[in-house]
Each structure stands twice: as structure tokens, then as C-alpha cells.
């Protein structure tokens, strides 16, 4: 199993469903998740045994746990929505 996942809220899926497939990849004890919500112009970053936090507009998201590392940038496109 992975210990990091990046999930890409696509059109099609609504959040409940994104947000169902970051528990059941928690469930199999992955660390960390990035759930990229491109209609909102946000990251939502999950961490084993936290609550979610949310990310938006000209924000950073990092992880510099071993495992983990990443990072990723949060900028909304000037005029125009993400999707």
C-alpha cells in the first residue's frame, strides 16, 4: 500500500464520493492524501488520526515526513476556473 495518494476531484465524482475513497485509503493505513478540488481552487490534505485541512487560492502544501515528501502549489488561474 502507498503512503502518500493524490486524489483528483473529476467532474463526473461528486466530493461525497472523493471524500469515500480518502477513508478507504486511510483504512488501509496510507499517511498522507492530497485531494485536489479543482472547482474550488483548493487541496484538502488528510493526515493519519487529524482532521482534513483545507488549502486555498496563493497557499503551499507540503509534507516533509521521510515517506511523504512533497510538495504542491495552490494558484488559481487568473479568469478562469480550474476544471
Request: proline share 6%.
Amino acid at each position: 500500500m502507498p503512503a502518500f495518494v493524490i486524489e483528483l476531484q473529476s467532474p463526473p465524482n461528486n466530493l461525497n464520493e472523493a471524500r469515500c475513497k480518502m477513508r478507504l485509503w486511510f483504512s488501509n493505513r496510507v499517511e498522507l492524501g492530497w485531494l485536489i478540488l479543482p472547482g474550488e481552487n483548493a487541496v484538502r490534505v488528510y493526515r493519519q488520526g487529524r482532521d482534513p485541512e483545507q488549502h486555498q487560492q496563493e497557499s503551499r502544501v507540503e509534507s516533509r515526513e521521510s515517506r511523504t515528501r512533497g510538495r504542491l502549489r495552490v494558484r488559481a488561474r487568473r479568469g478562469a476556473n480550474l476544471l
